[in-house]
């Protein structure tokens, strides 16, 4: 509850309440911390896949499976290490876990604002989704390079720019924190508003805005953050 690094806001503020809970049970059975890990993987895909239904419906079950996403995210980790059961497996299925449900999400975003399920609004959600798994892979690649390199993990100082410039425009961009709607949590919230703004309009066109919006600010942050690691101390 104290560990603030690397922690999702909505892990502090509410998850790990109850996440801790959960696990308080999880330990006395014999599920194991991958069995979590592979259960969280499926409510993540589910939660893209949600959004094939129309209406509020759809969108509000996509935002229960994503907070589900997050709990079994939080609970394997919990699970592991009360148990001692961490494994490189579980590390791996978590990884691609993440990558996973965010590109379902964007993806069945782009479905939704398709309506018909073809056409250019399923192209801009598997961009978009394509946007968001290069900044993960990009994040998780720093890692690898690393690792062959003998190197040991980067530490926060590495992460910061030696370009005065690209500084003060990652701190301006991180004051803002607009680069959290390209995460699933955030993305299923702002399609619940827009579902929500569909409704009262009788329209999708607030879908397809939100969407839209999403593949800008992807596609912004795509090479923003290539240029943020390579000006960085996190190769050296």
Known sequence: MES???????????????SLRTTRHLVRT?????????????CGVASGAALMIPGL?????????????????CVDGEVARWKGQNSATGIYV???GAYLADAALLAGAGYRAAESGVG??????????????????STDLVDVARAR??????????TRP?????ATVRRIAAAFKIHRVTNGIEASLVLLAAAVADALTDSIDPTRWALAA???ITWVMVPAHLLSILSSSRLR
Request: net charge neutral; charged share 15%; hydrophobic share 55%.
């Open 4 to 18: 603030r690094n690397g922690e999702h806001w909505a892990g502090w503020l509410y998850m790990r309440r109850l």
């Open 30 to 42: 014999p599920v194991t911390p991958d069995q979590l890990t592979w259960t969280m993987v499926v």
């Open 57 to 73: 419906t759809g969108a509000i079950l996509a935002v229960i499976l994503m907070q589900l996403f997050l709990l079994f995210d």
């Open 94 to 96: 978590d990884r691609l």
């Open 120 to 137: 250019g609004w399923l192209s801009v959600g598997i961009a978009t989704a394509l946007g968001v798994v290069l900044l993960k892979a």
């Open 149 to 158: 390199r003998g190197l040991t993990v980067a530490d926060d100082e590495s």
């Open 162 to 166: 030696r370009s005065q410039g690209v």
């Open 214 to 216: 999403l593949a800008v």
